[in-house]
Every structure is written in structure tokens, then in C-alpha cells.
């Protein structure tokens, strides 16, 4: 015992991070990752333990010690292969998954307040691939002749499409935009998530064959039903939680107003910030407000300070302790200069002549009895209204799922939020159809949409074996 | 990527492609409309589907030459491709027989109006049709129009074709004269005329669907971003509409909301003008 206390290294090896005052700056990536000396060192701190509780805390079970095991080898092609037999989007994880709260979370090391860097090194493993472009393809089951329609391309329909694709069924993916991976291109910025590498994986999952049909709406250019009567012989709606949600106060329609949504896809998808060379235009005021708490009010707010806003405010409703954003995000958005107005919330918005946002009145809050989500509810404190002068809003307020398809799907049970019932396979009320990720949990994670839709392709695989 | 099959110049600043986009015209129905993007740097700009074929598996658009992508659009030609068309979206139009109806256009809105005008004769109405534009040079499709109207008025403002009037002035005398008997009314134009049309048949209480063209990014009801105000409920125009009932439309908020990106929209048109293509679409007006 005595032996093994010495030999633990507490010193978590630090990522190297653009310096704040040059990234407010640009959209380029903020942690630059591990060099191969910094992703040994931090490897060497693993104990591989024989029961790794890691592993329990990674939706998906990465075999976590053994790919650490490899790259305290020197070996990260080998890593990459026993990352890829439960991951096929290290790349992406690597960067948005909240380690705090699962892989990292479960490691040993967590109770010393130094869990491994598991996250950064998958994060490693998969540069490493795209650096040397050694993408081995994993073997494909010959083929069962059995199709499936995979609707949405975001994280549980590429994961469902390419574990189905190895198991030897011909899968297209359909997708109402005009490029793949769903939050991962249109919510998620460039800064923390490049988008040659989503492109990468997209790419990926199409080479195991998988056919990608962009700009086709389910809903609208081809129904469920269709789909199931043309030759498809199960669906899988990975169609995300994508329908956003307004705070209800007079003015909410001024100019100036944006939802998430609309802000990070004229910036992710339509590449605002690179106008006048690509043609959507965004409009980006001085002050500019974020009403929210969550990760996504942490993208949309440092999103404005890289688009030049002078002063950018998170305006949240309860207190720092009970914002939903990741440690990390919290901390990279103060220290490129976001402002945090907590205990705050709009209650009308004040336009000019012209339509646009001059300025948000605001109530302050206390925090009364816990609610219904175990958190303090945020209860207006009389009197406290003060203006907040702001020339853009941005209402993170979180997402509603897209009614599109449930409306157009007889059958298919929705629950009162909208969601789509389904049990832990991913099976639905209607024959042949499954769902999974954020249109069954509504708004949760990258790697738990991709649980999702690896637990749905297993299921299906059984179905159309039994068909 | 989505081929150009025809093109046509309807008017100097009107004109009409084919594209060919199988999976849209197979559910296109009137009242549709698609989301295009020219090239990858583009923008995704809301069109019409003005009319489609099924078995040639195409749509047609038409479009006025406003800005920079709409008169990019305009230079392009039969073989050259466009990078998405995505659609059909939004609901069609009601169609139903209703009696005798009202079909006015205004401007590149003659586009859209002319497939649900069609559609409602088909249905056995009555159609009385309205088609106005500023100048005679502007006007197109009279012949279309008045293959499916009972009766057809045409007028421009400057008078140079037809009456010298806007729309609203012979939907006035209309109403002043047998405002019972319309069942109903379509108007699609620019906002304002379709705003003084909404308050010109208030008064009567006759039900006026309007097609809303406000400014939209996804087109699938994902951004907000066209939404619009129907009496204090907030509709997205993309999923919930095109076409609402004119009667409850915030209109000072909808024309506000058009001229979010003026700026923007003037910077991107300076700017491509100066591109060789854009010098000869200038030339080649001029
Ligand atoms: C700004 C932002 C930041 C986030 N940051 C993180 C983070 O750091 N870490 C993390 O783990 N999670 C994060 N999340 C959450 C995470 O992105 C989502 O939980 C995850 O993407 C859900 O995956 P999905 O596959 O269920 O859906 P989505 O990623 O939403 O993908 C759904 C896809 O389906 C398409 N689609 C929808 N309707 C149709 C239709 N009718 N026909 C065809 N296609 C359709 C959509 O266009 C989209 O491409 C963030 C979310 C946002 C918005
Ligand atoms: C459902 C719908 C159907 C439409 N159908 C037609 C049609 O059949 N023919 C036609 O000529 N026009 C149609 N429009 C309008 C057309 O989309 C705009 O004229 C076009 O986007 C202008 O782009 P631009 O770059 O050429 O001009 P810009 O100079 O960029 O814009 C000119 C004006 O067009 C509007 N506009 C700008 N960007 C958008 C956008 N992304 N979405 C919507 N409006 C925008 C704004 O009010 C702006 O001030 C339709 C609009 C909607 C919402
Ligand atoms: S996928 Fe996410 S949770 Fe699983 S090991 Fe990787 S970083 Fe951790
Ligand atoms: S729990 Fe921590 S130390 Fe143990 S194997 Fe997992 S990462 Fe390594
Ligand atoms: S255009 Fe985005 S929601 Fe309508
Ligand atoms: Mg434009």
C-alpha cells in the first residue's frame, strides 16, 4: 500500500490552450491538444487498474486502461483500435464529452482530485490518425440484403449507421441540411470543435458504405411510411431536439433578438464570421446579452466576443453553482472577458423607432424551495427591476423537439414534451421504427445520443436477423 | 448538386429557372417552397416552387433580382449546378371549393399565386384574379393567369400596362360591390401590399390567406429566425405557415424584421457587383 501511494502522480499534465487575449480573437481552436511527450506523461499516471471504474462511467464502455495502455507504448495506432471498437467518433468525444461528470468521474484518481486526462487522450489518439491519415477501415459483415433508413445525421445517426453498415446492412442516412452531423456542424463552434474534424468522421462512417442523402427533409420530401413501404426494412430517427425555445416576455420579436439556434448556425454552419467572403450575414451589437446558463449559452457567448461585441453578458436566471455548463466552458468564457449577471432574469425588452433591442428590463432573483429538478427555484425579488442596455439578445433558453416528423408519422407515440417514446433499444410505438438521442431524452450529450444509437443498431440487427 | 435545366428572362429583373430535383417535385404541391444555396460560400434563400413536372422530375422558380444572391442566381445558366435544394416545405395551400375566390399578385408574387389561382379553378371556384406590378416590364405570366381566371384585372402603378393603379384599388371597388360573395381571398406580393390588402378586407370579414416571405436560414424550424407575430402567438413562417390568415399578422413587426441585414445585404451586393460575373449581370441589364 505504502509502495503503490508513492508511486501516484497527482499532477495532471495541463492541455496547452490558446492564451485568452489571442483567441478572442479568432475561431480557431482553443485547446491545442497533447504533443506525444505530454500524452505519455499523462498516460504514464494511469494505473490500469484490473477493475477500472472508468469504464463505467463511459456511456459507450471505451476499454479505457487498455488504449492507455498503448500509448504509454508509444503506440497510438493501437490505442485508436481499441478506442474505435466502441467509439467511432473519438475525435469529436474527445473534445465535447463532459469527462467530469463520466469517464474522469468514475477514475480512481478522481477521489485525489487528479482522475487521468481520459478525455485528452482520446482526444490525442484521434489527431494522431488524422495527422498520419493511417484511418484503418474495421471489418464489414457480408452483406444481410436487409436496408435501413437512418433519418438525421448528429451523433446517434452516424453511430447507428456505422455499427449497422459493420454488421453488413445497407444504410442511408437521410438529412434536411445540406451538410452532415447535426448539432456537431451547426451548433457546436469551429473553436471547440473544428469541423474538419466532424468531417473526418462523417467521412468515415461513408466510406463503411453508408449512403448520405443531404437537403431531404423526413416530414416533408418523404414520409416514415414511405420509407418502410420502399424497400426499407427498419428506420431510426436520430432527428435531435432542434426546435428553439423564446422566453415569453413582451418584445421577444425585436430585431436584434436571436435564439441559439439561429445565432450558432448563421456562425457554425453558414460561416457568418467569415462575411463578406461567404454571404450569411449575422449582426453582432456592442452589448449583447445571453439569457441562459447551459453549454450553449457558453458557445453563443463567446461566439459574440469573437464577433467583436465590446461587452457580452451570460444573464442567468439562478446562481454560478447551478448553471448546467461544463467547469471548463464556465472558465474559458471568463477568461476571454464574458461578463456573469447571475440571479437575473428579462422580463420585457425595449425597442427603438426601428424595431430594434435597446435595452432589457431585469428582475433579480432569489433562490426559494428546490422544484421539481432538485434545484432552487428562482423566485423575483420585488422591487429589484433594473434596464440593462444591450443591442442584441440571444436566448439560450434550451430546445423543444422538431415536430416535423412525430405530426407526419401516424403511430408514433410522442409524450407530452414532444419527445419521442421509446425504450432503452430505442424501440418505439410503431413497427420497424426506432428513435434515439436528443429526440427521446431531449437536449443531453453527444456520447448519449451515440449510446443510443448503438443500443438501436444491436436491436435492429436482431429484428431484421428475425425478419 | 441540383442541375439548371431551363432558364427564361420574364422581365429585365424577373426571371425563371428549371432545376432538376426529383426528390422535390415528387411531393411538391402549390403553396410550396424550397431552400436553395448556389455554392458552398452562399447563402440559403426561400423560393417558390411556381411549378413543378413530376415525371421530368423538376421544379420551376422565379425570382426578382433584389440582392446578391438572387441576381447571382440570375447569371447562371442550363448546365450549371446548384449546391442544395432542399423540399418541398411549409404546408400547401388550403385548396377547396369555396365559391367565388380572389386570387391577387403582386409583382414576383404573380409567381406563386398563379399555381393555387390554377388550383382553386380546378376545384370548381369562381377565380377573380388580380395581377398588378409597378411597371408594364415587371408584369409577366397575364396569359397563364388568364387561362385559369374568370376574369382577370391587370394594372401597374405608373400605368404603363393595364390600369394605372395598385391592386388595392380594384380590390376596393370589388368589395364595395359584392363583398358578400367572395369566399375568400389570396394575396402574395411584396408585405406592404399584402398588409393594405389585409386592411382594405377587415372591414368585411372576409378570410385573406397571405403567403409571409420573412427572412430565413434553415427552413425547417430550427432557427426562429422567420419567426412571425399572429396576434401576440408567435409562428414560425417556415413549418407553420407560409400562409396564414392576413387578418392577424403583426405587419409593423414583420416589415420591421425584413430589414434586419440592409447593411449587410447592400456590402454583399457592392461587393459581388465588382466580380467579373457581377459586372456583366450589371451590364447586361443596363
Ligand atoms: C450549442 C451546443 C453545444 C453543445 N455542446 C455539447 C458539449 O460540449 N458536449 C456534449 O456532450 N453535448 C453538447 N451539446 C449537446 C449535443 O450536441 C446533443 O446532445 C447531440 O448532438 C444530440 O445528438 P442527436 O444525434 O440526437 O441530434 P442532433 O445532433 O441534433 O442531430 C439531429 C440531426 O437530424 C437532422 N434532422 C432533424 N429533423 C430532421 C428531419 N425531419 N429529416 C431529416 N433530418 C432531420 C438535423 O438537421 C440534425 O442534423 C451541445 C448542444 C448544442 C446545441
Ligand atoms: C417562403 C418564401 C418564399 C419566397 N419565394 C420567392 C419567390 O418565389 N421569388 C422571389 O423572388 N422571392 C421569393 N422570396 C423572397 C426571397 O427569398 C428573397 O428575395 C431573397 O432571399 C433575397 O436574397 P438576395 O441575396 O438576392 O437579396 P438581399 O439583398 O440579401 O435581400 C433583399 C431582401 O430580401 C429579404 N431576404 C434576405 N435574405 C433572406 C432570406 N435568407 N430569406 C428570406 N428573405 C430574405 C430581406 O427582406 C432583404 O431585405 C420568398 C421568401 C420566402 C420567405
Ligand atoms: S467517450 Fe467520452 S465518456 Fe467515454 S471515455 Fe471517451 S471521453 Fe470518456
Ligand atoms: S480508473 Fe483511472 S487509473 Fe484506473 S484504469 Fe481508469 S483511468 Fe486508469
Ligand atoms: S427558417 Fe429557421 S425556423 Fe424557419
Ligand atoms: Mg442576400
Redesign the interface.
Given at each position: 500500500m505504502e509502495e503503490r501511494r508513492k508511486k501516484l502522480n497527482l499532477n495532471r499534465v495541463p492541455m496547452p490552450k490558446q492564451p485568452p487575449e489571442t483567441r478572442r480573437l479568432n475561431f480557431e481552436e482553443v485547446a491545442l491538444g497533447y504533443t506525444d511527450d505530454l500524452a505519455r506523461l499523462e498516460a504514464e499516471r494511469c494505473l490500469e487498474c484490473k477493475k477500472p471504474t472508468c469504464v463505467r462511467g463511459c456511456p459507450v464502455m471505451v476499454d479505457i486502461p487498455d488504449f492507455i495502455g498503448e500509448i504509454k507504448k508509444g503506440n497510438p495506432e493501437g490505442a485508436l483500435k481499441i478506442i474505435k471498437n466502441k467509439n467511432s467518433l473519438p475525435g469529436i468525444c474527445g473534445r465535447v464529452c463532459p469527462q467530469e461528470l463520466q469517464c474522469e468521474k468514475q477514475c480512481i484518481l478522481a477521489k485525489k482530485g487528479a482522475p487521468v486526462a481520459i478525455g485528452r487522450l482520446e482526444r490525442y489518439v484521434a489527431d494522431w490518425e488524422l495527422h498520419n491519415g493511417r484511418r484503418s477501415i474495421p471489418e464489414i459483415a457480408p452483406s444481410s440484403g436487409r436496408r435501413v433508413a437512418v433519418v438525421g445525421s448528429g451523433p446517434a445517426g452516424l453511430t447507428c449507421a456505422a455499427d449497422l453498415a459493420r454488421m453488413g446492412h445497407s444504410v442511408t442516412i437521410f438529412e434536411a441540411l445540406h451538410v452532415a452531423g447535426g448539432v456537431l456542424v451547426y451548433g457546436i463552434p469551429e473553436f471547440r470543435l473544428p469541423k474538419r474534424i466532424v468531417q473526418a468522421e462523417v467521412a468515415y462512417v461513408a466510406s463503411l458504405g453508408v449512403e448520405i442523402r443531404l437537403d431531404a427533409i423526413v416530414g416533408r420530401t418523404v414520409q416514415v411510411d414511405e420509407l418502410l413501404s420502399d424497400g426499407y426494412d427498419a428506420v431510426f430517427l436520430g432527428i435531435g431536439a432542434g426546435a428553439p425555445i423564446f422566453l415569453d416576455v413582451p418584445g421577444k420579436n425585436l430585431n436584434g433578438i436571436y435564439s441559439a439556434n439561429e445565432f450558432l448556425t448563421r456562425i457554425n454552419l453558414m460561416k457568418a464570421y467569415l462575411f463578406p467572403e461567404y454571404d450569411t450575414p449575422i449582426k453582432v451589437g456592442r452589448r449583447v446579452a445571453v439569457i441562459g446558463g447551459g453549454n450553449v449559452a457558453m458557445d453563443a457567448s463567446r461566439c459574440a466576443v469573437r464577433m467583436g461585441a465590446q461587452e457580452v453578458f451570460v444573464v442567468y436566471r439562478r446562481s454560478e453553482k447551478e448553471m448546467p455548463a461544463r467547469h471548463e466552458e464556465i472558465e474559458n468564457a471568463q477568461e476571454e472577458g464574458v461578463i456573469f449577471k447571475v440571479l437575473t432574469t428579462p422580463v420585457r425588452f425595449i425597442g427603438d423607432e426601428h424595431g430594434w433591442v435597446r435595452a432589457m428590463e431585469c428582475v433579480q432573483m432569489e433562490l426559494g424551495d428546490p422544484d421539481e429538478s432538485g434545484r432552487r427555484r428562482p423566485v423575483p425579488k420585488p422591487g429589484s427591476e433594473f434596464i440593462l442596455e444591450v443591442d442584441t439578445v440571444i436566448m439560450s433558453l434550451g430546445n423543444s423537439p422538431n415536430p416535423l416528423v412525430p405530426q407526419n408519422t401516424p403511430g408514433l407515440e410522442t409524450t407530452r414534451w414532444g419527445t419521442i417514446v421509446a425504450d432503452e433499444n430505442g424501440r418505439t410505438s410503431k413497427r420497424g421504427v426506432w428513435a434515439g438521442g436528443d429526440i427521446v431524452t431531449g437536449a443531453a450529450t453527444v456520447i448519449s445520443a451515440m449510446g443510443a444509437g448503438k443500443r438501436a443498431a444491436l436491436d435492429i440487427d436482431a429484428y431484421l436477423k428475425a425478419l | 448538386m441540383f442541375k439548371i435545366v431551363d432558364k427564361k428572362t420574364l422581365s429585365p429583373s424577373t426571371k425563371l429557372v428549371v432545376v432538376r430535383a426529383p426528390?422535390?417535385a415528387k411531393?411538391a404541391r402549390p403553396g410550396q417552397f424550397v431552400m436553395i444555396?448556389i455554392d458552398e460560400?452562399?447563402?440559403?434563400i426561400p423560393l417558390t416552387i411556381a411549378d413543378f413536372d413530376r415525371r421530368a422530375g423538376t421544379v420551376t422558380m422565379i425570382f426578382q433580382e433584389v440582392g446578391?444572391?438572387t441576381m447571382h442566381l440570375g447569371t447562371l445558366r442550363p448546365g450549371d449546378e446548384l449546391?442544395?435544394?432542399?423540399?418541398?416545405?411549409g404546408h400547401p395551400s388550403e385548396i377547396a371549393l369555396y365559391g367565388k375566390v380572389l386570387c391577387i399578385g403582386g409583382g414576383v408574387g404573380i409567381a406563386p399565386i398563379f399555381p393555387i389561382a390554377r388550383a382553386l379553378k380546378e376545384a370548381g371556384n369562381t377565380v377573380l384574379s388580380i395581377i398588378g406590378a409597378r411597371t408594364k416590364d415587371l408584369l409577366f405570366w397575364e396569359d397563364r393567369m388568364a387561362s385559369v381566371s374568370d376574369e382577370l384585372i391587370i394594372c401597374t402603378d405608373d400605368g404603363s400596362y393595364g390600369r394605372k393603379a395598385v391592386v388595392t384599388q380594384p380590390l376596393q371597388e370589388i368589395l364595395m360591390k359584392e363583398a358578400s360573395n367572395i369566399a375568400r381571398i389570396w394575396a402574395i406580393g411584396p408585405a406592404v401590399m399584402m398588409k393594405f390588402v389585409c386592411k382594405a378586407t377587415e372591414p368585411y370579414g372576409i378570410p385573406t390567406i397571405v403567403s409571409l416571405n420573412t427572412i430565413m436560414?434553415?427552413g425547417?424550424?430550427?432557427?426562429?429566425?422567420c419567426?412571425?407575430?399572429l396576434k401576440g402567438e408567435?409562428k414560425f413562417v417556415c413549418?407553420d405557415g407560409p400562409e396564414f390568415d392576413g387578418h392577424l399578422v403583426?405587419w409593423?413587426?414583420l416589415l420591421?424584421?425584413l430589414?434586419?441585414?440592409r447593411e449587410?445585404?447592400q456590402?454583399?451586393l457592392n461587393?459581388w457587383l465588382e466580380t467579373t460575373q457581377g459586372v456583366i449581370a450589371a451590364g447586361g441589364k443596363a
Open positions: - | 426528390h422535390v411531393r444555396q460560400s452562399g447563402e440559403r446578391k444572391t449546391f442544395a435544394v432542399a423540399g418541398p416545405l436560414v434553415d425547417t424550424g430550427m432557427c426562429g429566425s419567426r412571425v407575430d408567435t413549418v403583426n409593423e413587426n420591421m424584421r430589414c434586419i441585414y449587410e445585404e456590402l454583399a461587393r
